[in-house]
């Protein structure tokens, strides 16, 4: 989609970062020591959780798949056409309501997870990685990683808007926040990971623990790239959300 009328690529990709399984590591443990989207739902924890609705609820469906409430790729499906999103998310939704005494709050940005974590009583929670690991390399007693369902990946990048009249300082940004080393020690700061080769022999050694932990094993071959998403797509999903979060 950054294709704009087919002049060709105008985007370049920055950071990278996933949504998966976060908990404070001093009151919870995932049964099994690997964490799932399903934590969040286990009667243990009740009141104790938070997502954020609208891919808390992708997650809910990703587990619902692993327990035969849904069928495995229902979850993907469901990006083809409205006929296939409606009877999964009908079952995601429905699942979701009749739980959502299990949530404690829904997040809506970083600094929402943190204090979720910190002073709000959340023990457990699907969070995006930035945040958590933020905290973890600050010394708090939190830690983040992919579940067995595959974390939720993203990239994030940058592109020049149409009429922007300062290009020299653009083009002089751009230049710096690509080159290895600033890459690399903006990640001890936002917690993400970058795109550009070489930044991560210029991030803390807390970075290359960080990141070992959150991806044990085969979960960099198991993430779950975000597909590309239609406008109806969209609209039916707001419609699901706005039922679970306003039940």
Known sequence: EWNFEGKGVHWLPHIWGTEAMAWRTDLYSPPGGTP???NVWQPEVQGKTMMRPHSGMLGAGLYLETIGK????DVW?????????????????????????QIKL???DADSQKNGLLNEGVVVGQTWDGPILALKTQGES??????????????DGMSIPTGAENMDQIYAFLEYVFLPEPAGRAIDKHGY????????KFASAQYAKNFAEAYPGDSLKNLNPWPS???????????????????
Request: aromatic share 16%.
């Open 36 to 38: 799932s989207y399903g």
């Open 77 to 101: 499906r469901a990006y083809q056409s409205e006929e296939k999103m409606r009877p999964v998310w009908e079952k995601i939704t429905k699942f979701c309501v009749d739980n959502k005494k």
């Open 142 to 155: 939190v830690t983040y990683q992919a579940p067995r369902e595959g974390a939720l990946a993203w990239v």
């Open 70 to 73: 849904l069928n495995p790729g």
């Open 229 to 247: 998403e239609p406008q109806w797509y969209a609209d039916v999903r707001t419609e699901f959300r706005n039922k679970f979060v306003n039940a």
């Open 193 to 200: 990971n970058s795109a550009v080769l070489g930044a991560d």
């Open 106 to 108: 829904f997040w809506n």
